[in-house]
């Protein structure tokens, strides 16, 4: 998380691809990296339109989106540079129609709300005391962006006092449903998903962890161990291994079907492994226009072929 945001010119992945190309329709594009900056030009026919790419968002695991900005607005580059490409393609969630003019061909304007929540996601204290400010923003997800504010928890600390911890938020403390509410802040909860209409839009919105974990039983039997942190250390890199896993769905599930039902291992022991558990319960989406996979967190029993389930 501390990689979710950079300056453009300080992006790995655009150091490693200091010069890079698309075409589509009539527009023809160039993003090049040096002399510290990062440009996007966009050319159809004798017109030409340059933007200065100040930020990346994303630390490049499935790809990376650019934001420029002029006159005091913000906008989201119409190209994003995908890892498993190693190239350029149209960002995700911008339409694949023809864009009617240059300008818009080069990014696609972003609200201010819109924009604050982006930066609220991939920054922190981009806005402080209700003021957006992303000059003064710290690059990434950092420490206070979960815990809060830490100057008292510092000088608390530094004084000796032995209750110093309690001067900071502990999302560890909350209760289920809030825990992953509070990580759907940025990964979206249900709620975001119907209110943004990402419901109904397919398999793009397996890339919403939250809301697809609250669609599982375990979920709606109210397990109080079902939350994102269950799985997941947010102060570690995440594990790809997926028998890493299996601990976790062992802690609620029998290991075999002679086993009795406890308090403790509710849930029914799988009659076909205790090995990979994720590899089947929580199956690969491809999403196309990410040019990724992506793992859904809706727990069940998924069967090759069938259709992605809303």
Same mark, same amino acid.
């Given at each position: 998380?501390?990689?979710?945001?950079?300056?453009?010119?300080?992006?790995?992945?655009?150091?490693?691809?200091?010069?890079?190309?698309?075409?589509?329709?009539?527009?023809?594009?160039?993003?090049?990296?040096?002399?510290?900056?990062?440009?996007?030009?966009?050319?159809?026919?004798?017109?030409?339109?340059?933007?200065?790419?100040?930020?990346?968002?994303?630390?490049?695991?499935?790809?990376?989106?650019?934001?420029?900005?002029?006159?005091?607005?913000?906008?989201?580059?119409?190209?994003?540079?995908?890892?498993?490409?190693?190239?350029?393609?149209?960002?995700?969630?911008?339409?694949?129609?023809?864009?009617?003019?240059?300008?818009?061909?080069?990014?696609?304007?972003?609200?201010?709300?819109?924009?604050?929540?982006?930066?609220?996601?991939?920054?922190?204290?981009?806005?402080?005391?209700?003021?957006?400010?992303?000059?003064?923003?710290?690059?990434?997800? +950092? *420490?206070? @962006? /979960? $815990?809060? &504010?830490?100057?008292?928890?510092?000088?608390?600390?530094?004084?000796?006092?032995?209750?110093?911890?309690?001067?900071?938020?502990?999302?560890?403390?909350?209760?289920?449903?809030?825990?992953?509410?509070?990580?759907?802040?940025?990964?979206?909860?249900?709620?975001?998903?119907?209110?943004?209409?990402?419901?109904?839009?397919?398999?793009?919105?397996?890339?919403?962890?939250?809301?697809?974990?609250?669609?599982?039983?375990?979920?709606?039997?109210?397990?109080?161990?079902? +939350? *994102?942190? @269950? /799985? $997941?250390? &947010?102060?570690?890199?995440?594990?790809?291994?997926?028998?890493?896993?299996?601990?976790?769905?062992?802690?609620?599930?029998?290991?075999?079907?002679?086993?009795?039902?406890?308090?403790?291992?509710?849930?029914?022991?799988?009659?076909?492994?205790?090995?990979?558990?994720?590899?089947?319960?929580?199956?690969?989406?491809?999403?196309?226009?990410?040019?990724?996979?992506?793992?859904?967190?809706?727990?069940?029993?998924?069967?090759?072929?069938?259709?992605?389930?809303?």
């Amino acid at each position: 998380m501390a990689r979710a945001s950079m300056r453009a010119v300080d992006s790995e992945r655009l150091k490693s691809h200091p010069e890079l190309s698309f075409s589509f329709g009539p527009y023809t594009y160039g993003l090049i990296t040096n002399n510290g900056r990062s440009l996007l030009s966009v050319t159809r026919g004798s017109e030409t339109a340059t933007k200065n790419l100040e930020w990346a968002l994303g630390d490049g695991t499935f790809g990376q989106s650019y934001v420029y900005r002029e006159k005091g607005k913000y906008y989201e580059a119409q190209l994003s540079l995908y890892t498993a490409l190693n190239g350029l393609d149209i960002t995700t969630g911008h339409s694949r129609a023809l864009p009617q003019s240059i300008e818009m061909a080069a990014g696609g304007y972003t609200s201010p709300a819109t924009i604050r929540q982006c930066f609220g996601c991939h920054f922190t204290a981009a806005t402080t005391n209700d003021r957006f400010d992303p000059d003064q923003s710290t690059m990434g997800v +950092t *420490c206070e @962006a /979960c $815990h809060g &504010p830490g100057a008292e928890h510092v000088a608390l600390m530094s004084s000796g006092m032995v209750d110093a911890k309690g001067s900071m938020m502990n999302p560890a403390k909350l209760n289920p449903a809030d825990s992953v509410d509070f990580c759907g802040a940025c990964h979206r909860t249900s709620a975001d998903a119907v209110l943004q209409g990402l419901s109904k839009m397919g398999a793009i919105n397996v890339r919403l962890q939250p809301y697809r974990l609250q669609k599982s039983r375990c979920w709606g039997k109210g397990d109080a161990r079902l +939350t *994102c942190v @269950a /799985c $997941h250390d &947010p102060h570690n890199k995440i594990a790809r291994d997926a028998e890493f896993y299996d601990s976790k769905c062992l802690g609620c599930h029998r290991q075999s079907p002679s086993t009795k039902a406890a308090a403790n291992r509710p849930g029914r022991a799988c009659r076909v492994s205790t090995r990979g558990c994720v590899t089947c319960h929580m199956p690969k989406i491809e999403v196309p226009e990410a040019h990724s996979t992506f793992t859904d967190h809706w727990i069940r029993t998924a069967r090759q072929g069938e259709p992605y389930p809303e």
